[in-house]
């Protein structure tokens, strides 16, 4: 398994302070790369302390669960990955993944969550511990709770102070899995949405057991929601109920439950509304596919060389919460399509992510070596091998229709019905479900660079 070494560099470690007539404060300690000032993002308090302790406890949860071990790996004990948290114009964000990367969690707190500053902007990781945890579980509404996002102070350590260190040993598929679950939420579409209630009896009545091999569909029903073996083409397809229990707890206090899903059924979307505040889960559909191996976001990256710059969009970005294609399209003077398309360019490379409930992406950099990015899509390599090597033959342009060449073998790529199919092997096993095939990026890309087209 691909892995790269990742350290965290934390001044202290995350803490809740509990003094003498004074409100809880919980400091969470940001990352830093060596000799950089550890970035100081918030200060202020929260005016719902109870529910924003167990949404953070949710995070770190999930961050730790496991939902898929392979059977030829051996069973250790690994480092995992930190929560990474976003500041940006009003809004604070930590998002994370599980072990297995099938399983991403994010949650969202907006201005109104909270009376204080944003005295910086940015993405980082935030170190969450145990203790940090046990202290959670234990805040009240009537204690209040203060928050630091980062310190003040670490900025007045001297060089010589000291500085804790998690190293890691991240695998590779997590970056991946990072950067793909923003192109499946921005393919998404709602599908159901009830009130807090009958969110709660449905979760409840969820068979405990994992349930990873057997693909359940929720429809909805007289008294809410169920689950049906059966697709009648109007649910949500889902496996692994065990994914869903961190809901269980969070439910009580929620206003309602979102149901979103893509068009292939390839991923789901779970939010929970707090007004304020939300939690938004999303699902693979295999907890042993994780998000790792999918190309949803292939078409734009194979395009990246072709008509208008994604960098002309990115120079647009300042830490924004809400960017909207069609706010940047006026501003750019482009076509919305060109928009959408360098946004896709840019949630692949690990520049934004995408918020389902405001239905547009949001600014913000991985905390990692996104140099790693370059080596994580070996079909987009392949596909430019076989364009720099003649091997794209197009029959016609509209429909698509091409005779792709690679290793001593023909295959024909062809849009069926407003989708691209190729007689290749791997195309035979997914149909498509799991992004394009080389076979398939190389015509099109073919197509996108003829003049004619």
């Keep these: 398994m691909l892995q790269f070494a990742h350290t965290y560099r934390y001044a202290e470690p995350s803490s809740m302070e509990v003094g003498a007539g004074a409100a809880p404060h919980l400091r969470l300690a940001t990352s830093s790369p060596a000799e950089v000032p550890h970035p100081h993002f918030f200060e202020g308090r929260l005016h719902q302390p109870q529910l924003a302790a167990q949404l953070l406890s949710a995070v770190h949860l999930l961050v730790g669960s496991r939902f898929f071990t392979p059977a030829n790996s051996v069973a250790k004990a690994i480092a995992l990955a ?8 009003g809004m604070l964000r930590l998002e994370g993944f599980s072990a297995c990367c099938s399983t991403y969690i994010r949650v969202d707190m907006e201005p109104a969550a909270y009376a204080g500053d944003i005295v910086g902007k940015g993405t980082t990781n935030i170190d969450f511990n145990a203790p940090m945890r046990a202290a959670l579980a234990q805040v009240r509404d009537a204690d209040g709770l203060a928050l630091s996002v980062g310190a003040a102070a670490f900025t007045l350590h001297t060089a010589g102070a000291q500085v ?16 793909a679950v ?30 990873s091999k057997t693909p359940l569909w929720v429809v909805a029903g007289p008294q809410g929601l169920r689950t049906t073996a059966q697709n009648d083409g109007s649910g ?3 496996t692994d109920s065990s994914r869903l229990r961190v809901l269980e707890t969070l439910l009580p206090k929620a206003r309602s439950l979102t149901l979103f899903a893509d068009a292939q059924q390839q991923a789901s979307a779970w939010c929970l509304d707090f007004g304020a505040m939300r939690l938004t889960l999303v699902l693979s559909a295999e907890v042993w596919r994780g998000f790792s191996g999918e190309g949803q976001a292939l078409q734009a990256l194979v395009l990246a060389d072709e008509g208008r710059p994604a960098s002309a969009v990115r120079a647009q970005l300042h830490w924004q919460d809400t960017l909207r294609s069609d706010a940047l399209a006026a501003a750019l003077q482009w076509p919305v399509a060109d928009v959408d398309r360098a946004l896709q360019l840019l949630g692949a490379s690990g520049l934004v992510g995408y918020d389902l409930v405001h239905g547009a992406y949001f600014h913000r950099v991985l905390p990692m070596d996104l140099a790693q990015l370059d080596d994580m899509n070996p079909r987009l390599a392949d596909a430019r091998a076989l364009l720099q090597a003649g091997g794209v033959r197009l029959l016609s342009t509209t429909p698509l229709d091409a005779e792709v060449h ?3 073998v023909s295959y024909r790529v062809r849009e069926v019905d407003g989708m691209l199919r190729c007689t290749c092997p791997w195309f035979a096993k997914h149909q498509g479900e799991r992004g394009p095939c080389k076979h398939v990026l190389a015509a099109f890309a073919a197509q996108a660079a003829t003049p004619s087209h």
């Design 182 to 211: 923003q192109s499946y939420q921005a393919a998404m579409r709602k599908v159901f949405e009830v009130g807090a209630i009958p969110a709660l009896r449905f979760v409840r009545g969820l068979p405990r057991a994992s349930t």
């Design 236 to 238: 949500v397809r889902f």
């Design 164 to 179: 804790i260190e998690k190293k890691v040993e991240l695998p590779l598929r997590w970056l991946r899995s990072m950067v």
């Design 406 to 408: 690679s290793a001593d």
């Design 82 to 89: 930190d929560p990474v948290v976003t500041v940006g114009s």
